[in-house]
């Protein structure tokens, strides 16, 4: 088996391409090795961003530095590959607003020519979306005193309306994707899944303000940084564990049952902002230095996956639990400090 993966060395790329080395299948990741969302984390940057890169190329992973908005390229290097999965993406709402240009031409216009690959070579694709594509127009109330928001029913299922509320380039990007992923299944055929995805955490992942809350937070808890919380804190995710996802890919890839996706923890693995905050407590027995800000444009202040479609048509769960997936994440930044800052 050979297999492209788009954004390879990304947090979740590069999660991809381990789980598929670790198979024994032939591995490309196919990268152009920006470092838009690693510009303000405050972290070493040149060192997190070939962090990945030397992982990746020490367990034997291919490596092609080149761009999903290049179709030629694209095409020419996934010919011969059985499968594509696509992780590249601009993924910060920040930077969406700031650059609106690199968000559709990553997002969309990317997303496209990875469409356009499988159709041509006739191969299985799975596309990342967000839960961003729902909007975030939740009919939330808030429990006094609670450390959570709370609403019936907690799931939220593929069918909810999409695009609802107060929007950002990066939900119509995000959502353009996900519409295309449909019409290439429903004109062309192609076999192909966009995943909804939410609060991916894990280790390799360089979470800053603009992304990645959960392994932000763990970061600058490890480092002893102040973090910032936009909003209460009792804003609500069900989090997800990369390899979970990973194995989300190969159900898929085996199933292919085509269709769009909701890839989440779901209910079980639901935590607030404040939640993880105490979770990092008690793993290091230190309280973290937290400050809190105003609420940014277009967040999404409560989401919780309904993953029954998943489950039923890719026999697919979760497995990892918050507080494993966290303890995992930490002990991997007390290990790779280097990574973050050059002290």
């Not at 309306?161 to 996900?178: M, R, W, Y």
């Amino acid at each position: 088996m050979k297999v492209l993966v788009t954004g390879g060395c990304g947090f979740l790329g590069s999660h991809v391409c381990e789980f598929y080395i670790k198979k024994g299948a032939e591995v490309i990741s196919y990268d152009n090795m920006t470092k838009h969302e690693l510009e303000r984390t405050g972290f070493a940057t040149e060192a997190a961003r070939n962090y990945n890169r030397d992982y990746l190329e020490n367990i034997g992973v291919k490596m092609v530095k080149a761009d999903i908005r290049n179709y030629e390229e694209l095409l020419d290097v996934t010919n011969g590959c059985d499968y594509i999965v696509h992780t590249a993406a601009q993924p910060a709402m920040t930077i969406s607003w700031e650059d609106p240009e690199l968000d559709i031409t990553t997002n969309v216009n990317g997303t496209f020519n990875v469409l356009e690959t499988a159709r041509k070579l006739k191969i299985p694709v799975a596309c990342c979306a967000t839960v961003h594509v729902y909007g975030n127009k939740i009919n939330e109330t808030l429990n006094e005193g609670a450390t959570r928001y709370i609403r019936e029913p907690e799931g939220i299922d593929e069918n909810h309306p999409t695009l609802e509320g107060t929007l950002t380039p990066l939900h119509a990007s995000k959502a353009a994707g996900d519409i295309y992923v449909k019409t290439y299944i429903d004109t062309y055929k192609v076999e192909a899944a966009s995943f909804r995805l939410t609060g991916i955490y894990g280790t390799r992942q360089f979470g800053g303000e603009d992304h990645g809350w959960v392994a932000n937070f763990s970061i600058r808890s490890v480092l002893d940084w102040p973090l910032t919380i936009f909003g209460t804190g009792k804003q609500v995710r069900d989090i997800i564990y990369a390899t979970d996802v990973c194995e989300a890919f190969d159900a898929f890839y085996h199933k292919r049952k085509s269709g769009i996706y909701n890839i989440g923890g779901g209910p079980q693995t639901a935590i607030s902002l404040i939640e993880c905050i105490d979770i990092l407590e008690e793993i290091s027995g230190k309280k973290p230095e937290v400050k809190f800000s105003t609420d940014r444009h277009g967040d999404l202040r409560y989401f919780i996956s309904d993953i029954n479609k998943a489950k039923k048509e890719l026999d697919w769960s979760p497995r990892i639990m918050p507080k494993e997936g966290i303890e995992t994440l930490v002990k991997w930044i007390n290990e790779n400090r280097y990574a973050f800052c050059d002290k």
